[in-house]
């Protein structure tokens, strides 16, 4: 099957400069469909803020509104992306319902800008410079108009438990950690059959889908074309996939390296407890996740590796539904959520990894290190692994259905087990052409 898809906007694989320093832009007056910034308005105004998982956001509401004394923000936060995206397109549709201010998670922005006419243009001097430009690339539409703030990125890491590795005789710091995890997904596997034969009965990685996710984060055109008109990669003719699946589900069952776990579901948070699995693979905004669920558990800890070089999984946005009643006010909190300093204080608190130019060459950002995972310096070390991530995978209209049928089929053998991988890659197939 080959279906065709108009694209949006392209988003440049501009990666490697991701540190470079950034300037600051001179405060001005937006040039956006919104209204002016009313800071020194003093008319009372509610303003709600859908997020999902953790954005670092709890204090700084309270910072903002006590800035803003006649501003009371309510936030909504769903538990998993999937949620929020649901919620999102439903009230979308229905002309009425959304938040002040929508967060957008990057792999559903492609759908969210096929209906970008229905967000606030956000475009302004304030705000001009201020991120990476693949960054806000993705949130520009054709004829130049910003619908979303950028928020975090996500450069991945591999967290792990040091108590479990020295109970199975690996090696504890960190540094040493990198230098045994170095190389590609076949070494990490590797490393993993050792830990287990020694670990009684605890598994190397958490999720067989959160592995094929960070295979994935590194193939520039997993799912589809990036020319003019995006072509759909037939699934049952895309050999590159399928290998990184059956390379997967190998390690999971046959190696039995899997917890089985999915996710962001009940039994994935409770095993933080239960000492179910020894690593896992850690974007910045990872982190506030596993400090949340594993809290009391000591023994985390982060490694500046991450295999086959390096991976950036997830980032979000800021939008402001253009039905909302409040749009300069939301447009003004989505700002200064997303200014340098606001997600240094974002990135302290959850991990959530900075996307403005200006913070990413901090002393401040640079210099965080996180209690939790045994005092790691997680600034410089999620600073090194945004460096080492080399490609920006594209991103169509279709990637979060395709990518759901792919989780879908790796969660029928590594956590329900009710199918082979076999069984599980023919029905994957047929729920890949079903999506027109």
Known sequence: MRTTFIRTAAVPAALLALLAAGCTQPAAAPSSAASAPSAASTEPVTLTVATFNEFGYEELFKEYTKLHPNVTITPKKAATSNEAR?????????????SDIEAIEVDWMPDVMQTSDKLTDLSGDDVKGRWLDWKSAAATTPDGKLVGFGTDIGPEAVCYRSD???????????????QLLNGDW????????QFVAKSNGVAWFDSADAILQGQINQVPNAFSSSDTEEVLIPLDQNQPVKDMYNSVLKAAKDDKLSAGLAQWSTDWTNAFQKNKFATMLCPGWMLGVVEGNAKGV???DIANVFPGGGGNWGGSYL??????????????????????????????????????????SSPELLGVTNKFFNNAPTGQI?????????VNPFKGPQYFAVRQVLADAINRVDVTKKQSADESWTQAIKEFNALG
């Open 298 to 300: 000591k023994g985390w």
């Open 86 to 98: 649901e919620n999102y397109f439903s009230k979308l549709a229905a002309g009425s319902g959304l």
């Open 382 to 390: 999620m600073a090194d692994r945004a460096k080492a991530v080399t």
């Open 164 to 178: 479990l590795f020295a109970k199975a005789g690996l090696p504890t710091d960190r540094n040493e950690v990198a």
């Open 186 to 193: 076949n070494k990490y596997f590797e490393v993993g059959k």
């Open 319 to 360: 939008t402001v539904p253009a039905q909302g009643k409040n749009t300069a006010a939301a447009r003004e909190l989505a700002a200064w959520l997303t200014a340098p300093e606001q997600q240094i204080k974002a990135f302290k608190s959850k991990g959530t990894f900075p996307s403005q130019t200006e913070a990413l």
